[in-house]
């Protein structure tokens, strides 16, 4: 079994920054693409930022030049600096991964999300 555990989330001014983070455990051999996804209230989930295991990005046009995605492939960590935060930007943010597992099972992984709010 494999977890994502999401940190960092938190309560922010407009024009400020958060550092998510987000930690894949359990029996992993392999982490393919990993991203960021977050579900404002009344809203679908949207794609934020997404990294290969190449750290080839791509983000939202919402997002770009504000938000920058990293991972750190040692410690199976990912990570979503935040910037510039905008009101328009408070939503829960969910961590995904693409795993294959010890067992050589291809897995869809979600963490359980962590709440950004900016308040204006």
């Known amino acids: 079994q494999v977890q994502l555990v999401e940190s960092g989330g938190g309560l922010v001014q407009a024009g400020g920054s958060l550092r998510l983070s987000c930690a894949a455990s359990?029996?992993?051999?392999?982490?393919?693409?990993m991203g960021w996804y977050r579900q404002a209230p009344g809203k679908q989930r949207e794609l934020v930022a997404a990294?290969?295991?190449?750290?080839?990005?791509n983000y939202a046009d919402s997002v770009k030049g504000r938000f920058t995605i990293s991972r750190d492939n040692a410690k199976n960590t990912l990570f979503l600096q935040m910037n510039s935060l905008k009101p328009g930007d408070t939503a829960v943010y969910f961590c995904?991964?693409?795993?294959?597992?010890?067992?050589?099972?291809?897995?869809?992984?979600w963490g359980q999300g962590t709440l950004v709010t900016v308040s204006s």
């Open positions: 359990g029996s992993i051999f392999k982490i393919n693409a």
């Open positions: 995904n991964a693409d795993v294959l597992s010890g067992n050589a099972r291809y897995l869809q992984v």
């Open positions: 990294i290969t295991s190449g750290v080839s990005t």
